[in-house]
């Protein structure tokens, strides 16, 4: 019962943070030079009636603040309005926000099955060659840009045809097997997925080292090794518990960092995701589809910090105490 109320407590605490950045969101887009209606006029496929109701909807003929109160309404609702294309941004959502999830999870998976290993042996291995070379790779992940590497990979594979580029799936997805649609969508996310993997990886991986250094330096581990307990188990179970935990905290903001630097990383290999939604939709001055786009964000964001805490507080029991405590 503790981490319920501990959670829907976190979900009430969020409910500021939302509306704070849903007004600045919204007033900094309304009060740009620019038709929040523009790309609606524009397109002959649009009736006068779906114009019409938009403006009602938005309530554009009214004052600014009472507009903001009648997008939370119809945002609550989840009435989202439409695209510039005329289609209903909700759906928009319902196609893209999967694909950015599923791209998210695959590189937080590989970055943390791969990042801690090689942080934990390059502490265990410290000032040998091994992990001169793990530093002078992780150096090297974090100087590279992600936009520049992806180009490079794009290029990279233009040029070799080795992997498919543009898109979450094939023209002929619908006639493959069950197995050829996973081979299909494996092969798609091949090329984002090491990128932003091989971006994650390097401060993941340096992260780990520090905190397995600070932890097999501290007294209990030194008194650990007196009393005779075999190396195993001085590393594996005490100085790895300790050292993860801060690992975890950081689990929330690698989310966040994913969301956001995946945005040009998905423009750069067409993927489907969020990301280059919300870039297209500002290049196109979509006022519903950035709205809602950047809102749908905030809340995964949100989701991968809560998470994060859950995830800390069952992995700590002095985080629980301290919880616990401060009721």
């Given amino acids: 019962m503790g981490l319920i109320k501990y959670i829907f407590k976190r979900i009430v605490q969020t409910i500021p943070l939302l509306i704070v950045v849903s007004l600045i969101s919204f007033f900094i887009i309304r009060l740009a030079p620019v038709d929040p209606l523009a ?183 030194k008194f650990a090794r007196a009393k005779g307990l075999s190396e195993f188990k001085v590393i594996f179970k005490h100085a790895l518990r300790n050292a993860v935990n801060p690992m975890i905290t950081l689990l929330g903001f690698e989310f966040a960092g994913l969301l956001s630097g995946a945005a040009l990383t998905e423009y750069v290999f067409q993927y489907p995701g969020l990301g280059r939604l919300i870039l297209e939709a500002v290049l196109k001055s979509d006022i519903n589809l950035v709205m809602a786009s950047l809102m749908i964000g905030t809340i995964m964001l949100i989701a991968g910090n809560l998470i994060a805490d859950i995830l800390l507080m069952l992995a700590d029991p002095r985080t629980r105490r301290s919880q616990e405590s401060a009721k």
């Fill in 39 to 221: 790309e609606l006029r524009m397109n002959p496929s649009i009736s006068e009636e779906t114009l019409q109701k938009e403006i009602k909807r938005l309530n554009l003929d009214k004052p600014i603040m009472i507009q903001y109160l009648s997008w939370a309404k119809s945002f609550i609702k989840l009435d989202l309005g439409y695209t510039s294309d005329g289609e209903k941004v909700i759906i928009k959502l319902k196609e893209r926000v999967p694909n950015t999830l599923l791209l998210a999870l695959m590189v937080l998976f590989m970055t943390w099955s791969v990042g801690v290993p090689l942080g934990i042996i390059a502490a265990i291995r410290k000032e040998t060659t091994l992990d001169r070379l793990l530093t002078v790779l992780s150096s090297v992940g974090m100087a590279i840009p992600s936009f520049f590497f992806a180009i490079l990979m794009l290029m990279l594979a233009v040029k070799t045809g080795w992997f498919p580029v543009g898109g979450l799936t094939s023209y002929n997805f619908n006639e493959l097997s069950f197995t050829g649609k996973i081979i299909d969508i494996s092969r798609h996310l091949i090329l984002p997925v090491f990128v932003l993997f091989t971006i994650s990886l390097s401060g993941l991986q340096r992260q780990m080292r520090a905190n397995m250094l600070e932890v097999l330096d501290s007294d209990y581990i």
